[in-house]
């Protein structure tokens, strides 16, 4: 499954072609549903990501609870 993930996320960006800023966000359009969902699917709290391209941070966010107990 970990595998899956890191296959998909590979391959979502090697097409990308990340060209502007614009074009980015239109492209990552449905990431932060795919992450949650993989999140349940992994039962896995919380888990962070950056998306770096051409020494640009594209993406930096964090996913889950960042608090257990609290929820």
Do not use: C, H
């Amino acid at each position: 499954m970990k595998n899956r993930f890191l296959l998909l996320i590979a391959l979502l960006f090697s097409g990308l072609g990340l060209s502007a800023q614009t074009d980015v966000l239109e492209q990552l359009e449905g990431f932060d549903e795919f992450v949650n969902q993989t999140l349940k699917e992994w039962k896995v709290p919380a888990v962070g990501i950056a998306i770096i391209k051409d020494d640009q941070v594209v993406l930096a966010k964090g996913y889950g609870m960042r608090d257990l107990e609290a929820g």
